[in-house]
């Protein structure tokens, strides 16, 4: 199986399943071709949450506003998972919460891939990672040495790319922290861990300054009203039910969210 992830949008996914049909029969499974333009944190966001949950396969993704200069193409192998992409830190996420699921001591090691002369500077999923993504299919997760094309580099020189951690009192009155993404329901999913509002077990929260009620599902109030509630993610978001919480609470990726239990 290999799964494709991009920032791409229309048509240029179908030239990335081109050149690995040509290559392989693997199965190809779409996970997202609509990740925030040339937002490595936020489809490295979307990928944690997301590629872990698949059997072993080849990941290809590419969010690469890099492309064309000087930054490596790489293939990270957890386990029997393979990850292939840009060297820009989308990977690093996605693959340290799937060897968090692994047990101790899975197989760890990574690879630069040999550019000599792609087709285009501009699309390199096309030219780079596809055709990579097939021969890591090909060799099998075990045996990607044996691609002439991949080179050993350490896993600790591949670029890094960490989601902000929030900050939470010693009490756990008070926290702080920003949205990392806005879902397409206008959700707005913050690195506050969830812990801070089922801990507190009080019915609403102060969210800049803001009494917000707390809810566990979206019915908890009102169509229309705004509530926190703790999503899939496990982190606190910042809501409207059966509306927007970006428009509502003024939020947008980047921005910073105060929390207080009153």
Not at 29 to 50: S, Y
């Amino acid at each position: 199986m290999i799964t494709l992830a991009s920032d791409f949008g229309l048509a240029y996914p179908a030239a990335m399943k081109g050149v690995v049909l040509s290559r392989t029969d693997a199965r190809l499974v779409d996970v997202a071709h609509d990740l925030p333009r040339q937002d490595v944190r936020a489809a490295a966001f979307w990928l944690r949450e997301t590629l872990p949950y698949f059997p072993p396969a080849v990941h290809l993704v590419v969010v690469d506003p890099g492309v064309g200069t000087d930054r490596r193409a790489v293939v990270l192998r957890v386990g029997d998972h393979v990850f292939v992409g840009p060297d820009n830190g989308v990977l690093r996420p996605p693959a340290r919460r799937v060897a968090a699921e692994l047990a101790d001591g899975a197989p760890a090691e990574a690879y630069e891939i040999d550019v000599p002369n792609p087709d285009s500077t501009t699309f390199h999923g096309r030219d780079v990672f596809a055709p990579a993504a097939a021969d890591a299919h090909v060799a099998g997760a075990s045996a990607l040495g044996s691609v002439d094309r991949f080179d050993p580099i350490a896993l600790d020189s591949l670029a890094e790319c960490r989601l902000p951690e929030a900050t939470v009192s010693a009490d756990g009155r008070e926290a702080t922290g920003e949205v990392l993404v806005v879902d397409d329901f206008g959700n707005c999913i913050t690195n506050v861990p969830g812990e801070f509002v089922r801990d507190a077990a009080v019915e609403a929260v102060s969210v800049n300054g803001e009494s917000v009620p707390v809810g566990r599902t979206f019915e908890a109030v009102p169509r229309g009203e705004k509530l926190l509630t703790v999503g899939s993610h496990g982190n606190v978001e910042c809501d409207v039910n059966h509306g927007r919480g970006d428009e509502a609470f003024g939020l947008a990726p980047g921005d910073r969210v105060e929390l207080r239990v009153d």
